[in-house]
Nanobody
Framework: QVQLVESGGGLVQVGGSLRLSCAAS????????MGWFRQDLGKEREFVAA????????FYADSVKGRFTISRDNAKNAVYLQMDSLKPEDTAVYYC?????????????????WGQGTQVTVSS
């Protein structure tokens, strides 16, 4: 059983940057594909970025491509989301998720383990 904990959220101005972290507090994620999703009030949870087990393959939603970067450090049992050039529409609760498989997916229902989320608010 994998337990995930996100951190690094907060309030930032338009154009600013934040770095989210996701650590496995129980279990290991070195063989798992990982993903970041986000959910704003009244909206469905949407895909943001994903990475395969080795970190050599990544995939992004069109809305964040070129601004966000997903990475991982398997030695630290952690995954990161570097968010640059933030916009008000990036405001949401960001969730880290782990798959049972090693290849990434953009589909929410392909992920078995979820963190509690961390709030990101971008002010204009």
């Amino acid at each position: 059983q994998v337990q995930l904990v996100e951190s690094g959220g907060g309030l930032v101005q338009v154009g600013g940057s934040l770095r989210l972290s996701c650590a496995a507090s129980r279990g290991t994620i070195e063989s798992n594909a990982m993903g970041w999703f986000r959910q704003d009030l009244g909206k469905e949870r949407e895909f943001v970025a994903a990475i395969n087990w080795s970190g050599k393959s990544t995939f992004y939603a069109d809305s964040v491509k070129g601004r966000f970067t997903i990475s991982r450090d398997n030695a630290k049992n952690a995954v990161y989301l570097q968010m640059d050039s933030l916009k008000p529409e990036d405001t949401a609760v960001y969730y880290c998720a782990a798959r049972e498989e090693s290849d990434f997916s953009a589909r929410r229902n392909r992920y078995s383990y979820w963190g509690q989320g961390t709030q990101v608010t971008v002010s204009s």
